[in-house]
C-alpha cells in the first residue's frame, strides 16, 4: 500500500521537454484545472516555460537545459504567466533518465523526475492513471494532448494558459521514420489532417479515456503528423523499479 501511495506522489512530478517549435495548432483552452495532472517547469538557465506532461523525456539537450540547472516545478497550473493560488512549486531533487535512452533511435525515450518533497493532491493536483504492462491502443482510438506550447508556428507565441486538442491513434506503419519501433513507441496524427489542426505537442502526455498512453517522443521536421510517442505500458516495470529504488 505505500508503496502505491510513493509511485503516484512520485509519477505526477514527471514532466517532458520539447525541442522549441513544437506546439499546438489549432488546439483551444482547456477548461481551467480540469487536467490536474499536467506540470510546468522552469529553470534558471532557460527562464521560459517549456510545457510538460506527466512524465519525461531525457530531451533536455534539445533546449539546452543541463542536468545541474535548478529545476523548479509548477503544480495546479492554468495560467503560467500567474500566480495562482492554485499552484503548488516544487524543487526537483533529481532526474532519472532511462539507462538504455538511445539519442540517435529515440528508443527508451523516457525518464522521471524526483521531487523535493511530496505534492499535496487536491482537486488542482492530482494523477493520472498509468496503463497496464503492454496494454496496446488500438489504431482509430480518439485521444487528447495538452500543454503550454506554441500556438502559432511562425510567431513562436508562446501559450500562457494550457492548451488541448484531440487526436487519433494511427497504425504503427503509418510512421514510416526510420527509428520507429513499435514495441517503444504509438503512432499519433493523421497525416491528411496535415499541419494545421495539429503540430507536434507541447504537453507530453498522450491521454486515452482516462489513461496516460504515450509521452511525446519525435515528429517529421515540418511538425507536421503523424508523430511517435513513447509507449507508456512498455516501461511500467522500469518505472515500478525505478520507485522501488528510491524509497528511503
Not at 66 to 86: D, M, Q, W
Not at 105 to 121: G, P
Not at 127 to 140: A, D, K, W, Y
Amino acid at each position: 500500500h505505500m508503496m502505491m501511495l510513493m509511485l503516484i506522489l512520485l509519477l505526477l512530478p514527471v514532466a517532458f521537454l520539447l525541442p522549441p517549435g513544437a506546439g499546438i495548432i489549432g488546439g483551444w483552452d482547456a477548461k481551467p484545472h480540469s487536467r490536474p495532472y499536467m506540470i510546468a517547469l522552469s529553470s534558471i538557465s532557460l527562464s521560459l516555460y517549456p510545457s510538460l506532461g506527466f512524465r519525461s523525456a531525457p530531451n533536455t539537450p534539445h533546449i539546452g537545459l543541463g542536468f545541474h540547472s535548478k529545476i523548479t516545478v509548477y503544480l495546479g497550473a492554468h495560467n503560467i504567466r500567474k500566480e495562482e493560488p492554485s499552484q503548488q512549486v516544487i524543487s526537483a531533487r533529481r532526474w532519472i533518465p532511462h539507462q538504455q535512452f538511445n539519442v540517435e533511435t529515440n528508443n527508451n525515450d523516457i525518464m522521471l523526475v524526483h521531487l523535493e518533497h511530496k505534492a499535496t493532491f487536491n482537486e488542482y493536483v492530482r494523477s493520472i492513471r498509468l496503463p497496464l504492462v503492454q496494454q496496446q491502443v488500438p489504431p482509430g482510438t480518439l485521444c487528447s494532448i495538452a500543454g503550454w506550447g506554441w500556438t502559432n508556428a511562425t510567431s513562436g507565441h508562446l501559450s500562457a494558459t494550457l492548451q488541448e486538442v484531440d487526436v487519433v491513434v494511427m497504425p504503427n506503419a503509418t510512421c514510416n521514420y526510420v527509428q520507429y519501433n513499435p514495441s517503444m513507441m504509438v503512432c499519433v496524427g493523421d497525416p491528411k489532417e496535415g499541419k494545421g489542426s495539429f503540430q507536434g505537442d507541447s504537453g507530453g502526455a498522450l491521454v486515452c479515456g482516462r489513461t496516460a498512453q504515450g509521452i511525446f517522443s519525435f515528429g517529421s521536421e515540418d511538425g507536421t503528423p503523424p508523430m511517435a510517442y513513447t509507449r507508456v505500458s512498455t516501461f511500467i516495470p522500469w518505472i515500478q523499479e525505478t520507485m522501488r529504488r528510491l524509497q528511503p
